[in-house]
């Protein structure tokens, strides 16, 4: 099964810009898609950015223009981008690796953004 690790949250100042890895090993064979979720105190998780197998991406529409998921093939590693950071954005961050198999998720990454 494949396993993903995330880095690069952490506090930032509204406005900012904070950059996410999540880096992937183990059994990637059958994962149709990578994505970043997010999830807030009281609130359910949420899809942010999806990138799949053949390029296409998707956003959430209250990230479109701010964030940008990419991926680096070479590295087994998924980013994301995140400019102009609003308070609202704070949330903790979960790689996610979608499958015929399910979804695995990371552990998770705390992005905290102050006013």
């Known amino acids: 099964q494949v396993q993903l690790v995330e880095s690069g949250g952490g506090l930032v100042q509204a406005g900012g810009s904070l950059r996410l890895s999540c880096a992937a090993s183990g059994r990637i064979f059958g994962v149709n898609a990578m994505a970043w979720y997010r999830q807030a105190p009281g609130k359910q998780r949420d899809v942010v950015a999806r990138?799949?197998?053949?390029?296409?991406?998707y956003y959430a529409d209250s990230v479109k223009d701010r964030f940008t998921i990419s991926r680096d093939n070479a590295k087994d590693t998924v980013y994301l981008q995140m400019n102009s950071l609003k308070p609202e954005d704070a949330a903790v961050y979960y790689c996610?690796?979608?499958?015929?198999?399910?979804?695995?998720w990371g552990p998770g990454t705390q992005v905290t953004v102050s006013s």
């Open positions: 996610a690796a979608e499958g015929s198999a399910g979804i695995r």
């Open positions: 990138i799949s197998s053949d390029g296409s991406t």
